[in-house]
């Protein structure tokens, strides 16, 4: 399961002295994250109650009311907000108070810009952590899955919140990857029913054994039934029932699922007594359903059955601002799972991710990410990524001609110059490719790089 972050990397700076806060705000926007302010306790849970936010930045000297109180409360407001706290004279036993009461880090030189962006980068982690594990136990309606910063993600969540709590059958759209399932359990979170998640690939099953996963079937209805069976719609009542690569399902079954969703009930293989089922249904594809139905392969009235409400997942290429985000979750996560540190990760790696298309999408890119953290050691460069991603050819894949007589000098000039653009002028591609240090290289090239 993918951690969260709601809404589009907002951090809430919470402080009296509106100096301090600007230059808090100040060093946190410019590590890309959105800004607010607000100078009390009291008026950063209004704001926080109002709209998400991911991170809240929180002065040590609150003007109307204890530190402890106003985490008690925040965690009641929002349990997914992050927070650390900040201030020069935070003694060893508040700081302990503190953070057993939710604070995720604490803060003692505001000066330093890139410490206060790295306690934000810690605080974005380590709540989204805790907020998984607290949603696992919760019976509230949590926000799982989808962790965003692009405006079209918070667009689609916000269609998501309000589609949730009634009945009506939903349609995700979306490539591959992108998380269709994810964003499933998500409506299932927030929709209040008190039933099961299931979740049935369609295209995994045989067609001769689909109705009976669907629909169960009574005893005796078939060499092998002896017993009854329920069908996933039945497991479902009450709860949600994904039926995922929708655009599968064979004709006959189409037909059956129908009038499934019409009357609300089912009928089970080898029985003639229709079962009442409560189970909300969410059909997922990959494909184009309407492009089936003009083909005749799938029936139109189901299709507009299914497509009561539509929600499209876009391609991860198209929200590439949620790349960075993605990545530090899923590092944690690996992290986590094969007991191994967290890797620093390079900005020319980071940026080259950002760059790149993700034919995989979300999917690819966690696959990627866990790779890179068991074979790339301490950090994360460039040079670490496939080269379909950095867009540099493999060594070897270039000849060099030189016009002797040469010095050694000249030669090693022209070696240095093919590798360059072996390596589309990336240079610290080319000094692992050359066998020397980045710094090595610059000086040879007369320059800092």
Known sequence: ???????????????????????????VSAGGYMTITEPSGRSALRRVSSRSVNV??????????????FLDSLRRANLAAGVFIYGRNISAEDAVAWMKSGAVDILLDVENAQAIRDVVSRAFTLSARSFVEASAQSAEKPEQAFLYRS?????????????APVKATVLITGESGTGKDVLARQIHALSGRRGLYLALNCAAIPETLLEDELFGHEKGAFTGADRMR????????????????????????????????????????GGNTPVP??????????????????????????????????LHIPPLRARKQDIPLLVMAFL??????????????????????????????????????????????????????????????????????????????????????????????????????????????????????
């Not at 997922?284 to 059955?305: I, K, Q």
């Not at 940026?351 to 999408?361: E, L």
């Not at 050694?408 to 020397?436: C, M, P, W, Y």
């Open 277 to 310: 089922t409560d189970a909300r249904l969410i059909a997922a594809t990959n494909s184009d359903l309407l492009e089936r139905v003009r083909e005749g392969t799938f029936r139109e009235d189901l299709f507009y059955r299914l497509k009561v409400v539509e």
């Open 151 to 163: 405006r079209s993600m918070e667009d689609l969540m916000t269609k998501v919140r309000r589609v």
């Open 230 to 269: 329920e069908g996933r719609f039945e497991a479902a009542a009450g709860g949600t029932l994904l039926l995922d690569e929708i655009g599968e399902i064979p004709p006959a079954t189409q037909v059956k699922l129908l009038r499934a969703l019409e009357e609300e009930k089912v009928t089970r293989l």
């Open 56 to 69: 809240l930045a929180v002065s040590s000297d609150l003007p109307d009311m204890l530190m402890t109180t």
């Open 1 to 27: 399961m993918m951690v969260t972050v709601l809404g589009r990397g907002t951090v809430l700076v919470v402080d009296k002295d509106a100096g301090r806060a600007s230059k808090v705000a100040e060093a």
């Open 332 to 449: 944690r996560q690996s992290a986590e799972k094969h007991g191994l540190p967290i890797p620093l990760i390079e900005q020319d790696a980071l940026q080259a991710m950002i760059s790149y298309s993700w034919p995989g999408n979300v999917r690819q890119l966690k696959n990627l990410v866990e790779s890179l953290l068991i074979t790339s050691g301490e950090r994360i460069t460039a040079s670490d990524l496939p080269a379909e991603i950095t867009g540099i050819p493999l060594a070897g894949t270039a000849k060099i001609e030189l016009n002797l007589p040469m010095t050694i000098d000249e030669i090693e000039d022209v070696v240095i110059d093919k590798t360059l653009e072996l390596t589309g002028g990336n240079r610290t591609r080319a000094a692992e490719l050359l066998g020397l240090g980045r710094r090595t290289l610059q000086r040879r090239l007369g320059g800092s790089g």
